[in-house]
T-cell receptor, first 111, second 113 residues
Framework: QQPVQSPQAVILREGEDAVINCSSS?????VHWYRQKHGEAPVFLMI???GGEQKGHEKISASFNEKKQQSSLYLTASQLSYSGTYFC????????????WGAGTKLIIKP | DGGITQSPKYLFRKEGQNVTLSCEQN?????MYWYRQDPGQGLRLIYY???????QKGDIAEGYSVSREKKESFPLTVTSAQKNPTAFYLC????????????FGPGTRLTVT
């Protein structure tokens, strides 16, 4: 039931772009994206809701394909501060509104 | 400043002892959560609470207990029945349960030897 994130890890040079994917086997009503730096709390990036509504930071973009139960997070012109582990949390329909989290994608940005 | 506080940041205990992790929020959120995070893994839900005096088990509740006597407080007790308690514990809250942003505390790293 855990969503699958891909890739597991990615290394970029500063300024390059990255796409992180999150795929579920269940019907979703929401996808949440968070970034976590080592030893710290996850920080909210974006929520994507069934029906098209999105809430999040202006510099972050993401998509949610409801039919395919997939979401992608787009990081463009990456900065050193983007480094960390990115997690998707999926809101599964009929799951009493609990989020099920992926294992994370580790992103390393090099100067 | 509004936010979530967890204390202590690091906690060491001997096997067989119960230990209580503190979580306090001043965001006036109704919903609160406890997660466990192990190295290289995502977050796993231990318990959650939608309102005061009510809470439900998450996926890995065995060996843990909680209380929600006040809206702002949601302490987690790791009992001696928890077979592998060493982990990073995160508390979170949200305005409502469901499709709402979750705010996380800084976490407590528990080591049991």
């Amino acid at each position: 039931q855990q969503p699958v994130q891909s890739p597991q890890a990615v290394i970029l040079r500063e300024g390059e772009d990255a796409v992180i994917n999150c795929s579920s086997s269940k019907a979703l009503y929401s996808v949440h994206w968070y970034r976590q730096k080592h030893g710290e709390a996850p920080v909210f990036l974006m929520i994507l809701l069934k029906g098209g509504e999105q809430k999040g930071h202006e510099k972050i973009s993401a998509s949610f394909n409801e039919k395919k139960q997939q979401s992608s997070l787009y990081l463009t012109a990456s900065q050193l501060s983007y480094s960390g582990t990115y997690f998707c949390g999926t809101g599964v329909e009929d799951s009493n509104y609990q989020l099920i989290w992926g294992a994370g994608t580790k992103l390393i940005i090099k100067p | 400043d509004g936010g979530i506080t967890q204390s202590p940041k690091y906690l060491f205990r001997k096997e067989g002892q119960n230990v209580t992790l503190s979580c306090e929020q001043n965001l006036n959120h109704d919903a609160m959560y406890w997660y466990r995070q192990d190295p290289g893994q995502g977050l796993r839900l231990i318990y959650y609470s939608q309102i005061v005096n009510d809470f439900q088990k998450g996926d890995i509740a065995e060996g843990y207990s909680v209380s929600r006597e006040k809206k702002e407080s949601f302490p987690l007790t790791v009992t001696s029945a928890q077979k592998n308690p060493t982990a990073f514990y995160l508390c979170a809250s949200s305005m409502v349960q469901g499709a709402a942003e979750q705010y996380f505390g800084p976490g407590t790293r528990l080591t049991v030897t």
